[in-house]
């Protein structure tokens, strides 16, 4: 970029003189970068010697090294904004071991004579490394300063926890959403196959989704597109599998016979659209995202196909060739021939086997109904902004639309959320199968096609909805400290609620007591800060405050309130509520620095 950037500037700005006269290659321009970022580094680290301060980092390797951005939030010169910056983007040659990362922090700290006594919190994934309470990071840190708040990352848990819950289910929505993609990614005309089945079933051409196994946000959307092309994928994986199926009946025809879906009047099962097996090209993908170079079968018109290792999920076997179509084999029983050859299945049949599958539709049915309940909290969490006030409201929030699904309202009513019992082991408090929440699409699938889907698999089905939701809500309770005193006490923030019954002064000094330093920057008592807090209660707050979406520009405003001699009436418990919202909340500002410089 330095050796271009003299021709670049005179293209861009043709009309400046500045950029005419321009001409710096790479090492003038190296030392003009370098003297910039110090003096940003010095504003920086002047703020964190002069206030209270977060930290956060992550790693991620790329080529040889590891590489932890050390993102730090600080507040601005007056107090009143909180402020994300990127203080160094260190690296590790070694293993990162909790160790290794907390010399590596405080030595970047050390070289702007930085110290730990005003850090707040220190914010991370939730891997073990950094939250282990002997060798992980956090463990050091409280070496440094007890105090230190270890904010993990609620985005990842959910997104776990949704996972976690779908791992109960009868099939593996993942590995069928990793089949399809990579079947279809690198053959352009098994693309335009899909596309001229889309037109013949009236549906729009549009893309199938690629998921990430990592991407938070990804499977919700992925599922809906493949929903909403299911009858096009069906007719063209039939399509792909017709050349191997002359003069014999394939496997997934076999298996899937008793529930194949009727065929819409505008396609014919034959229908003379050009099929990429014909052509011998097949490109190697991974079968799933744990399984790195599991080679994709050939499709070619000679019949033959290699063997396609199953996806590296605990789910990935290949389902039963029962006309049942429901895929969970039984540990009871020995393999049956049967199942010896489900093992074999190549990945259009795997495919094809559950589209053709009504029980297997009605899962994805069901989780296409629940999964957005995840994403919105997510969405939520990712904010930019500082909300560690909204954590616990957003997480209780989703707990409470999880279990009003499967448990029945005598059993939640006058209880708070946390105590409510949904065991499956006190069917008392769970709802019945009729009552049970699957979802409009789910219902009415089940509905329309009760005959043809065994009893048997019904229940089966309302069994693993209630193990779903089970597995999520504990993982969520487990994992996320919903009971934290930082978490409980930081709902304090919220301005909407100062004047609720449930606001008490005793939030607010939790954390002066907590974190002392802020009342020495601030160079005041407690009682000016409760007697600050008390009246702001009884004040109205205008719309116009109300209604900014940000937390601490609400503060700022707030701290902007005049008494009728003039004087500010309310700046010192905006400034504390301020240094609360520096603990952060998720750790996606990490993830924005690997994506913005690795193009993730």
């Known amino acids: 970029m330095f050796d271009t950037a003299t021709k670049c500037f005179k293209q861009m700005f043709p009309d400046s003189p500045i950029a005419q006269k321009y001409s710096c290659s790479r090492t003038k321009s190296r030392v003009m970068v370098e003297e910039l970022a110090r003096d940003t580094q010095t504003d920086i680290s002047g703020k964190m010697k002069a206030r209270p301060f977060s930290v956060a980092t992550d790693g991620s390797n790329e080529g040889n ?6 993102n730090v939030n600080v507040l601005s010169n007056d107090g009143l904004s909180v402020e994300k910056h990127l203080l160094s983007f260190p690296s590790l040659h070694a293993d990162a071991t909790g160790e290794k990362k907390i010399k590596l922090l405080d030595g970047e700290l050390k070289k702007h004579d930085i110290g730990w006594e005003k ?12 939250t282990g309470k002997h060798k992980g990071v956090i463990a050091y840190c409280h070496k440094k300063n007890k105090d230190i708040f270890m904010a993990g990352c609620p985005c990842h848990l959910l997104h776990l926890a949704a996972e976690k819950g779908a791992k109960e289910l009868e099939v593996s929505i993942e590995d069928m959403l990793i089949d399809v993609y990579y079947y279809l990614d690198k053959s352009t005309k098994r693309k335009q196959a899909l596309q001229a089945f889309q037109t013949l079933c009236g549906e729009e051409q549009r893309k199938i ?12 959307k992925c599922l809906e597109r493949l929903l909403q092309q299911w009858e096009p994928l069906t007719e063209f994986f039939k399509s792909e599998l017709e050349p191997k199926s002359k003069g014999k009946t394939t496997s997934a025809s076999s298996t899937s016979s008793a529930n194949d879906l009727p065929v819409p009047s505008s396609v014919s099962k034959k229908a003379t659209v050009p099929s990429a097996s014909s052509s011998g090209t097949s490109s190697k993908q991974p079968s799933s995202s744990r399984s790195k170079k599991a080679p994709v079968p050939s499709a070619s018109s000679s019949g033959t196909s290699s063997k396609q290792p199953s996806s590296g999920s605990k789910k990935a076997t290949a389902p039963s060739t029962s006309s049942s179509g429901t895929g969970r084999p039984n540990s009871n029983k020995q393999p049956s021939t049967e199942a010896a050859t489900s093992k074999k299945l190549t990945r259009p049949e795997r495919v094809l086997d559950t589209l053709q599958s009504r029980t297997k539709k009605l899962y994805f049915l069901f989780l296409n109904n629940v999964i957005p309940e995840f994403d919105s909290a997510n969405v939520t969490l990712q904010r930019e ?6 954590v616990r409201p957003v997480v209780l929030k989703l707990l409470k639309s999880l ?32 009552d049970l929440v699957i979802g409009h699409g789910a219902r009415s699938y089940l509905e329309k096609n009760s005959t043809k889907i065994s009893s048997g698999n019904q229940q089966r089905f309302y069994k693993d909805v209630r193990r779903f939701f089970v597995k999520a809500c504990d993982y969520i309770k487990q994992s996320i400290p919903l009971a934290d005193p930082v978490l409980t006490n930081a709902e304090v923030v919220n301005v909407s609620s100062l004047s609720s019954p449930q ?13 002392p330093f802020i009342l020495e920057c601030l160079d005041c008592t407690v009682d ?17 405050i109300l209604s900014i979406e940000r937390a601490d520009a609400q503060w700022r405003e707030i701290a902007t309130i005049k008494d009728s001699d003039g004087n500010v009436s309310y700046m010192h418990i905006a400034q504390v509520m301020c240094s609360i919202l520096l603990i952060p909340h998720n750790n996606a500002d990490c993830e924005r620095v690997f994506s913005s410089l690795f193009q993730r």
């Open 65 to 70: 090294e590891k590489f932890f951005p050390i």
């Open 119 to 130: 850090c707040m919190a220190m914010g991370s994934d939730n891997a073990s490394v950094m």
């Open 209 to 220: 989704l690629k998921h990430g196994s990592t991407r938070w946000l990804s499977m919700g």
């Open 385 to 390: 902004d500082p909300i560690i006030h909204q």
């Open 403 to 434: 279990l009003v699904r499967f448990v029945k309202p005598s059993a939640m009513l006058g209880k708070s959320v946390l105590s409510v019992n949904y065991s499956t082991s006190s069917p008392a408090s769970l709802k019945s199968d009729i």
């Open 503 to 515: 606001t008490h002064f005793a939030a607010v000094r939790y954390f002066l007591t907590r974190y």
């Open 528 to 544: 000016i800060i409760e007697t600050e807090f008390c009246n702001l209660q009884v004040e109205t707050i205008p719309d116009n």
